[in-house]
Structures are given as structure tokens and as C-alpha cells.
């Protein structure tokens, strides 16, 4: 069945000041399908959806609505033609409710006394349960926003466009912060959005969520129109080519290293209520992998190991040798180094240089008499540009204007500088590219061939699959099982961690 047209863009050109972020960019969505936009950080994505929301003006080139020439100056007016977006990060307000939320700017009003009007909470009510009904989303209407998760956060976002009757929806970057079961939750929303005729744009970093849940997929490479591929006719090696430029042919270019002896043993640990009996070992030079669904007690177990949290009980061994870790200053001298998956917060100082951030956990090295030294900071991060591949124009560039796996990779640059003998990542390529994504995983295959030993947080299994050689699964602040890299699927894995039969 041939599809109506929804949204039409032709030859869309965007221009900064001295950057053209949009050249001769075009794309077409039909009602009732998901497509894909997807490129590199910086490709033009975001900008493009912007253009079309009304958050910038285009320079050039036509938007074609529903077979209307439009264009919009604002986001209100988008959302009243039914075009709506939802970012990465919402736009709610955290102390008012899913109901004033979702009618926020357009309330629904009825008059009284013949003339006065007032909110009408009840028609807003009735309608606000007909949306959530429908897309079969319990939550309720009187709760706070701040008292919601992240995925009821972009629940909420998705029953708001739906109350000014949206006919297209973009969906930027929805899962980066959601588990494995709140995205199949969303995908559910999003197949019964597509069954009610609505036409979706879907924008994402991650190619397997794309196989598996849009219609079709447009490429953006440094902001032009790359390929659009019917996504059940194409591969992934095809669209990271179109992304990046060329063939990728080892997305996941894990080494095989010798791996060692025993390097670092944690038996029975137990924190403040939460993990349990936890005990594991790894060996020298191992990519050791750590899934579970969030909550899971991942991040808890590696802060608890890194001395962030407090350990009750247990013991942790190094090299044959039980330590003592009561803070991350312990852990760091004792070799082992965490890379927060929070670089923004927890990993660097996005204001700072490059070189102020790869030496702040180690000034006395690049200092003589209490004076930081320039040259040795520019020495010291010139060897971790070169090493890691930062693209920057020198040491001194503001962390905040690299892109993301520029940004990651500063933030390992960091870990890397104080010669640990464990490196703890903790999502290592959350937010980044499919290109930085590659890059990272070569970086870290490599370093085990150095005899580094990596403990490896991630939410997305591929990774874990492609990267680790044995995964571990969490549930619930305990280890629930253990498979060897020949022995891992993504299946087993979710059947322990989701506590399947």
C-alpha cells in the first residue's frame, strides 16, 4: 500500500558564522512509517530537526507539510501544525504535574457564568487518560515530574505532542538514558504511534535499534544528504560507510591477547544494604564485562571496588595481595583507575584545556616547587593527542567544543596518564558516534595488549559481546552469572538479567 506523504524537505541549507551546517539537504516522511536519520556527532541531525521545528530558520530550501508549504518561527507554532520533537533531554517542568505538563501553553478553558473562564481541569482529565490509554502508559496525572523515571519523563513528552494532535513526531537520541526494558517499552509506544498513522523520525546512534524498529533510514554526513536504503534491504556495514565515508571492516576489533595470571580477586563484598556476596577474578590483559539492566548494581559494584562507596565486608586482592581501599585515593595508588560514565560531571572539567584535564589527578608530576610546569601539562597531553587520536587543533582547546568521543577520549587520556594496572570503564561509549564508537573499541583492544586488565560497564550487549572475552551478569545487587566469550548471547544474558525462565 502506497503511503501518504507527511513531511517533504528540499534542499535545505543552514549557515552559521563561518560554518555551513546544512548544504542541499533533503528528506521525505510518510505517514504511518519510522524513519531513521542517522550520521556521525556533528553530521547536521539535530540542526536539520531544528530547522524543521521552527528553533532555527532555514537559509534555504522548502518544508512541505502534510502537501502545505510551511515554515515556522518558533516550536509553538510546529506543535500546533502536529509537528513535534523530543529531544535527549526533556523539556518538562520538574514541579508541576503530568496533567499541567501536558496541557502547558494550550490549556483547555470553559466559561463560567456566562463569561469568566477558567481551566478545565476535567475536559483535560478526560483527554489526558485517553492518550495514555491508548498508548497504554500508566502514570499518574497528579505525580510530579520530578518524581518520574526517565523513561516516564519521555512518556510524558510523547502523550504532550499527542494533546495537540501531532501528525509527525522526532524522536532525538530517545533511549540514550533508558534500560533494556524501557526501550522495548518505547518501542512499543512507537509501533502503536505507526499503527495510528503517525509518521516518525527516529534518531540514534545505535544501528541495531534502528534495524529493529524503523522502515527506513537517511544518511547525513558533514551536512549533506548522504543515501536514504529501506532498512530491511541494507546492512549496518552499508550505513556506517555512508557515515563515515569508507568501510569499516572490523567494527569490533578486539584482539586476541595472551591473556595472564590472576591480577585482581574480590571475594564475598558486600556494601550498605544493597550488593551481596559478591566475588570474581580477572587476569592480566582480560576484557572483563559486567551487563545487567539498570539497577542492576554495576556502577554500585565498580564504585564500591574504586573505594567511592563504603565496603561492609569482603576482600579485594592485587597481584596476591589483599589491599586496603577507603577512598578512590587508595584505589588510584593501588593501580586501579575508574572512567565515570558521567564524563560531563563525574569525568572532566568541561571548561578546562585538554592538557589541564589529562594532569589534574596527577599536578606533582607536572610540577617543581608547588609550580605547575605548561611545558611538562603540554608534553604530558601532546603524548595522549598523538596516542588516542584527539582531533584538536592543540593541548590548550576547550574540552566543551570537542565533539563526544573526542570528549571520551580525553576523559581515557586522563585514566591512562596515571599508569594503572586495572582501568574500570564504566559505558565507555555512551554518546558518542559510530565512528568515535569504532575508535574506542580499537583503544581499548589495544591497551590489553599491553598487559592492561579492563573491567567493561555497558547497557548495550553487542558491546560487551564484541569487546569482552567472559561477561558478567548482575541482578539486583548480586552476580547471577558468568558466560566465556564463545558461550555469550545477547539471549542468555537478558534471560538471567530480566530473570526469565
Known amino acids: 500500500m502506497q503511503l501518504k506523504e507527511a513531511l517533504r524537505l528540499e534542499h535545505i541549507v543552514k549557515e552559521f558564522p563561518g560554518v555551513k551546517a546544512l548544504e542541499d539537504v533533503s528528506f521525505c516522511l510518510q505517514y504511518g512509517e519510522v524513519h531513521a536519520i542517522c550520521g556521525e556527532n556533528g553530521a ?39 509537528v513535534a520533537i523530543i529531544f535527549q533531554e526533556t523539556s518538562l517542568f520538574e514541579e508541576m504535574t503530568v496533567l499541567e505538563n501536558m496541557f502547558l501553553g494550550h490549556e483547555k478553558q470553559k466559561k463560567i457564568a456566562g463569561c469568566v473562564k477558567v481551566l478545565d481541569y476535567s475536559a483535560m482529565r478526560k483527554q489526558a487518560e485517553d492518550i495514555l490509554k491508548k498508548l497504554n502508559i500508566k502514570i499518574d496525572l497528579n505525580e510530579n515530574i520530578k518524581n518520574l523515571g526517565m523513561a516516564q519523563k519521555q512518556m510524558v513528552e510523547i502523550a504532550k505532542a499527542l494533546t495537540y494532535d501531532a501528525k509527525v513526531l522526532i524522536l532525538d537520541e530517545p533511549s540514550a538514558s533508558l534500560t533494556q526494558r524501557e526501550v522495548n517499552a518505547l518501542f512499543e509506544v512507537i509501533r502503536n504511534l505507526k499503527k ?51 568501510r569499516m571492516e572490523n567494527y569490533y576489533p578486539k584482539c586476541e591477547t595472551q591473556i595472564g595470571e590472576e591480577i585482581l580477586s574480590v571475594e564475598h563484598l558486600y556494601d550498605n544494604g544493597f550488593l551481596t556476596d559478591i566475588s570474581f577474578q580477572v587476569n592480566r590483559g582480560e576484557i572483563l564485562g559486567f551487563a545487567g539492566l539498570a539497577g542492576a548494581g554495576r556502577t554500585e559494584l565498580m564504585e564500591t571496588v574504586c573505594g567511592f562507596s563504603d565496603k561492609v565486608s569482603g576482600r579485594i586482592i592485587l597481584e596476591g595481595e589483599p589491599i586496603a581501599i577507603s577512598d578512590y585515593k587508595d584505589a588510584k595508588a593501588q593501580g586501579i583507575v575508574y572512567v565515570s560514565e558521567d564524563r560531563g560531571k563525574l569525568g572532566l572539567v568541561t571548561a578546562m584545556s585538554i592538557r589541564n584535564n589529562i594532569s589534574m589527578p596527577q599536578l606533582e608530576s607536572v610540577a617543581r616547587n608547588w609550580i605547575i610546569s605548561s611545558k611538562k601539562e603540554k608534553k604530558l597531553a601532546g603524548r595522549y593527542i598523538n596516542n588516542l587520536g584527539i582531533k584538536t587543533p592543540d593541548s590548550d582547546f576547550i574540552v566543551n567544543n570537542l565533539s563526544g568521543g573526542n570528549q571520551q577520549k580525553v576523559s581515557l587520556s586522563k585514566a591512562l596518564a596515571l599508569n594503572p594496572k586495572i582501568l574500570i570503564l564504566d559505558e565507555p561509549t555512551r554518546g558518542v558516534d559510530v565512528n568515535a564508537k569504532a575508535e574506542i573499541y580499537k583503544i581499548i583492544s589495544d591497551l590489553t595488549k599491553t598487559g592492561l586488565t579492563i573491567l567493561m560497564v555497558s547497557s548495550e550487549l553487542p558491546e560487551l559481546l564484541g569487546m569482552c572475552d567472559r561477561i558478567y551478569v548482575m541482578k539486583e545487587g548480586e552476580l547471577a552469572g558468568c558466560f566465556s566469550r564463545e558461550e555469550a548471547t545477547q539471549e542468555k544474558i537478558l534471560k538471567i538479567a530480566m530473570n526469565l525462565d
Open 44 to 82: 547536521g541531525k539535530s540542526t536539520l530537526m531544528k530547522v524543521v521545528c521552527g528553533v532555527y530558520k532555514a537559509d534555504g530550501g522548502k518544508m512541505i507539510l502534510g502537501g502545505e508549504e510551511v515554515c515556522f518561527s518558533n516550536p509553538k507554532e510546529a506543535y500546533e501544525k502536529g
Open 196 to 246: 495510528d498513522g503517525l509518521g516518525l523520525v527516529y534518531i540514534s546512534h545505535r544501528l541495531e535499534e534502528i534495524f529493529e524498529i524503523c522502515d527506513k533510514v537517511t544518511v547525513i554526513r558533514d551536512g549533506s544528504y548522504i543515501s536514504t536504503r529501506r532498512v530491511k534491504y541494507t546492512t549496518k556495514d552499508e550505513l556506517v560507510a555512508d557515515m563515515v565515508g569508507r
